[in-house]
């Protein structure tokens, strides 16, 4: 099963879901900024994407700025930082049997997907 880890003001995870919608192929839409990954889901997707906490955080965020650019955080408080601030997780995230890709850009989905 395919799932997009979802924001719909977003302009690439709109982009994303227009690709997975021409596939034909099923798919699970997660609104993430409505139902938040747990730490545990955020891990599992690490994983899946093969890349750190850090490098799945929007750093171009005024919150980031704000509350955690100056600090020198551990992978747990990044964690925690974007659990309690969801608009932090790059989008959009699709994940196709334990791997997963960042549509940014969009094409990246294709790839995954075909």
């Known amino acids: 099963m395919i799932k997009i880890y979802h924001n719909p003001r977003c302009r690439k995870s709109r982009e994303g879901l227009e690709i997975l919608e021409k596939s034909g192929k099923e798919f699970e839409v997660r609104k993430y900024l409505e139902d938040v990954p747990t730490k545990d889901e955020l891990r599992d997707i690490l994983r899946y994407l093969g890349i750190s ?3 799945l ?50 094409e990246n989905i294709k790839k995954l997907i075909y």
Request: charged residues 35%; glycine residues 2%; without cysteine.
């Open 57 to 106: 955080v929007r750093k171009n965020e005024s919150v980031w700025k704000e509350k955690y650019k100056s600090r020198k955080l551990t992978h747990e408080e990044i964690l925690d930082a974007l659990v309690e601030n969801p608009k932090l997780i790059e989008r959009p995230i699709v994940i196709k049997n334990q791997l997963a890709v960042i549509g940014r850009p969009p």
């Open 53 to 55: 906490a850090e490098n």
